[in-house]
């Protein structure tokens, strides 16, 4: 997938577009990628049959991803945890089968265009002849624009429905809650975080589970404390959210110790499935009994079952 | 394959048939230019009448087009009302037909500035959830008012409860709605003018050919709008 941030640095083609924010990339957002993928005739009924009404897609248009970052929201001065990183986001946007995304970066100079003035200088620019976005998609200066506008500029438009209960919003609420199977069922992948590994109190090994520390970036939505199941670089991987609080610990932390894995993980970006709650964190009487709740997380670990 | 092209720009005045959707006639137009193709405002599946399609470059002129007055003839059956307002919704409840007078003092209240419910079988939201879809379910709506203008609103015919009528409306009116308001339903709806565009100067959709476009410089005359 070519990686662009302004609309000149694509190289000229026609093509069938996605357009959102696509946080999370869940299977709402796929539709809408999907629509763009495979886009086909621009309507049924009496008067499209017959030769010459082949899917757009195959006159040859490149499936391509219009996205914003920052969250749009953030500027407009809501926080918003996000669900996924950038970097995340591109790669699932690059597996759901586009060949190029162009990152507008979101700001207010952006939010102030005229719609008809973004139709053109941005869609327009990179070859857009087909547009894929869901139902309530709104772009351009106080959002007045929207898919109805680009019909009449004279773009193919695929409305997408909203995908019942299927949005970020709700992720992040189940997310919150640690439901972290529920929002698999959303999202069509098992949930995540996502950071970089660094140092932590090396405490882990010395309990017989060394564990990689999880730097998170601070916009990025942390699932409820707690100890999970899941798995990270294709190992089953016990994952805790929490304040360490047998050792009083206070700050969150997010450490996943790799079942069956050796080898050195510092600085590496890794991506955490949480795949199942298993319990609160707690604090023990002993280091001894916190070892024994280990080892049962681990055997839970090792017994889990990925969702979706 | 070249992207669609900016060439032939114009503005094509296309008469639709009833039962395509909009976007099927403008596909159609398309398939003939290999333009990319526009419109300034669409017509429901059961409607008639005049389209203004914009091809190529002139798909800018969407702006300057939409907001324009319209003008529609209609079948208003009396007799009943449906669920949607027009001959595809079912019917919710039979009625008598008012006589002449009644239906005159009726109409008295529809001429002017007026407000009216959005019909519910719109794509307009209610509390985050499409209308036509909560009226799917069942589910009782009170509709948002939407204000509108009736410029003119004349009975050419009536008889058997089935008043055809004449109406000049601004943008946005929705026909369906003072069919309702008027205690029935559209049963057939025809564009006749948009601005200063009539139908009279539309040709169907299998008609079309590029040399019917009408250039740019001359819709812009037309609607007095700056070149």
């Given at each position: 997938?070519?990686?662009?941030?302004?609309?000149?640095?694509?190289?000229?083609?026609?093509?069938?577009?996605?357009?959102?924010?696509?946080?999370?990339v869940?299977?709402?957002?796929?539709?809408?990628?999907?629509?763009?993928?495979?886009?086909?005739?621009l309507?049924?009924?009496?008067?499209?049959a017959?030769?010459?009404?082949?899917?757009?897609?195959?006159?040859?248009?490149?499936?391509?991803?219009?996205?914003?970052?920052?969250?749009?929201?953030?500027?407009?001065g809501?926080?918003?945890?996000?669900?996924?990183?950038?970097?995340?986001?591109?790669?699932?946007?690059?597996?759901?089968?586009?060949?190029?995304?162009?990152?507008?970066?979101?700001?207010?100079?952006?939010?102030?265009?005229?719609?008809?003035?973004?139709?053109?200088?941005?869609?327009?620019?990179?070859?857009?002849?087909?547009?894929?976005?869901?139902?309530?998609?709104r772009?351009?200066?106080e959002?007045?624009?929207?898919?109805?506008?680009?019909?009449?500029?004279?773009?193919?438009?695929?409305?997408?429905?909203?995908?019942?209960?299927?949005?970020?919003?709700?992720?992040?609420?189940?997310?919150?809650?640690?439901?972290?199977?529920?929002?698999?069922?959303?999202?069509?992948?098992?949930?995540?975080?996502?950071?970089?590994?660094?140092?932590?109190?090396?405490?882990?090994?010395?309990?017989?589970?060394?564990?990689?520390?999880?730097?998170?970036?601070?916009?990025?939505?942390?699932?409820?404390?707690?100890?999970?199941?899941?798995?990270?670089?294709?190992?089953?991987?016990?994952?805790?959210?929490?304040?360490?609080?047998?050792?009083?610990?206070?700050?969150?932390?997010?450490?996943?110790?790799?079942?069956?894995?050796?080898?050195d993980?510092?600085?590496?970006?890794?991506v955490?499935?949480?795949?199942?709650?298993?319990?609160?964190?707690?604090?023990?009487?002993?280091?001894?009994?916190?070892?024994?709740?280990?080892?049962?997380?681990?055997?839970?670990?090792?017994?889990?079952?990925?969702?979706? | 394959?070249?992207?669609?092209?900016?060439?032939?720009?114009?503005?094509?005045?296309?008469?639709?048939?009833a039962?395509?959707?909009?976007?099927?006639?403008?596909?159609?137009?398309?398939?003939?230019?290999?333009?990319?193709?526009?419109?300034?405002?669409?017509?429901?599946?059961?409607?008639?009448g005049?389209?203004?399609?914009?091809?190529?470059?002139?798909?800018?002129?969407a702006?300057?087009?939409?907001?324009?007055?319209?003008?529609?003839?209609?079948?208003?059956?009396?007799?009943a009302?449906?669920?949607?307002?027009?001959?595809?919704?079912?019917?919710?409840?039979?009625?008598?037909?008012?006589?002449a007078?009644?239906l005159?003092?009726?109409?008295?209240?529809?001429?002017?500035?007026?407000?009216?419910?959005?019909?519910?079988?719109?794509?307009?939201?209610?509390?985050?959830?499409?209308?036509?879809?909560?009226?799917?379910?069942?589910?009782?709506?009170?509709?948002?008012?939407?204000?509108?203008?009736?410029?003119?609103?004349?009975?050419i015919?009536?008889?058997?409860?089935?008043?055809?009528?004449?109406?000049?409306?601004?943008?946005g009116t929705?026909?369906?709605?003072?069919?309702?308001?008027?205690?029935?339903?559209?049963?057939?709806?025809?564009?006749?003018?948009?601005?200063?565009?009539?139908?009279?100067?539309?040709?169907?959709?299998?008609?079309?050919?590029?040399?019917?476009?009408?250039?740019?410089?001359?819709?812009?005359r037309?609607?007095?709008?700056?070149?």
């Open positions: 997938m070519i990686v662009a941030h302004r609309p000149e640095e694509l190289p000229p083609a026609r093509r069938a577009v996605a357009i959102g924010t696509f946080d999370g869940h299977r709402g957002h796929l539709r809408v990628l999907d629509a763009a993928r495979t886009a086909g005739p309507t049924a009924g009496p008067l499209t017959g030769p010459g009404m082949e899917g757009p897609n195959l006159e040859g248009m490149r499936p391509a991803v219009v996205t914003f970052d920052p969250h749009p929201r953030t500027v407009f809501s926080d918003v945890e996000l669900l996924t990183t950038l970097e995340r986001r591109l790669e699932l946007l690059a597996a759901a089968g586009m060949e190029d995304a162009l990152v507008l970066r979101f700001d207010e100079e952006l939010a102030a265009l005229e719609p008809a003035a973004f139709a053109d200088r941005v869609l327009r620019r990179i070859g857009a002849e087909l547009v894929a976005a869901g139902e309530g998609f772009f351009g200066r959002r007045a624009g929207d898919l109805g506008l680009l019909e009449q500029l004279g773009f193919d438009v695929h409305r997408v429905p909203l995908v019942d209960n299927v949005s970020s919003s709700h992720v992040r609420t189940l997310l919150a809650a640690g439901e972290v199977g529920r929002a698999a069922t959303l999202l069509g992948r098992p949930a995540e975080v996502e950071g970089t590994v660094g140092h932590g109190d090396h405490r882990g090994a010395g309990l017989g589970f060394p564990t990689a520390n999880v730097a998170v970036q601070p916009d990025l939505l942390v699932p409820a404390l707690g100890i999970y199941a899941g798995a990270a670089l294709g190992h089953p991987a016990a994952i805790s959210i929490g304040t360490n609080p047998h050792y009083g610990g206070t700050a969150r932390r997010v450490e996943a110790f790799l079942l069956d894995f050796e080898g993980l510092y600085g590496q970006r890794l955490l499935e949480l795949w199942e709650r298993l319990r609160d964190e707690a604090a023990f009487e002993s280091e001894a009994a916190l070892v024994e709740a280990i080892g049962r997380d681990v055997e839970r670990t090792r017994a889990a079952v990925r969702p979706v | 394959m070249p992207p669609r092209a900016l060439e032939p720009a114009g503005v094509a005045l296309v008469d639709k048939p039962g395509p959707s909009s976007f099927a006639v403008v596909a159609q137009i398309r398939r003939v230019t290999g333009a990319r193709t526009g419109h300034a405002g669409t017509l429901d599946p059961f409607a008639t005049l389209l203004l399609l914009l091809s190529g470059r002139a798909t800018t002129l702006s300057c087009l939409v907001g324009l007055d319209k003008r529609y003839l209609t079948d208003v059956d009396l007799t009302r449906t669920s949607t307002g027009d001959p595809e919704g079912e019917v919710m409840e039979r009625l008598e037909a008012p006589d007078g009644e005159e003092r009726r109409l008295a209240g529809l001429r002017g500035e007026i407000e009216l419910p959005i019909p519910t079988a719109s794509a307009v939201k209610i509390g985050g959830e499409r209308a036509y879809r909560l009226a799917r379910r069942g589910v009782e709506v009170e509709m948002p008012l939407r204000r509108s203008t009736v410029y003119a609103l004349d009975v015919a009536y008889t058997s409860g089935v008043a055809t009528l004449d109406l000049r409306v601004g943008s929705y026909v369906r709605a003072i069919a309702e308001a008027l205690g029935g339903h559209c049963r057939t709806l025809r564009r006749t003018e948009v601005g200063p565009f009539s139908v009279a100067d539309a040709v169907s959709p299998e008609a079309f050919e590029p040399g019917r476009l009408l250039p740019e410089a001359e819709i812009l037309r609607v007095g709008a700056p070149a």
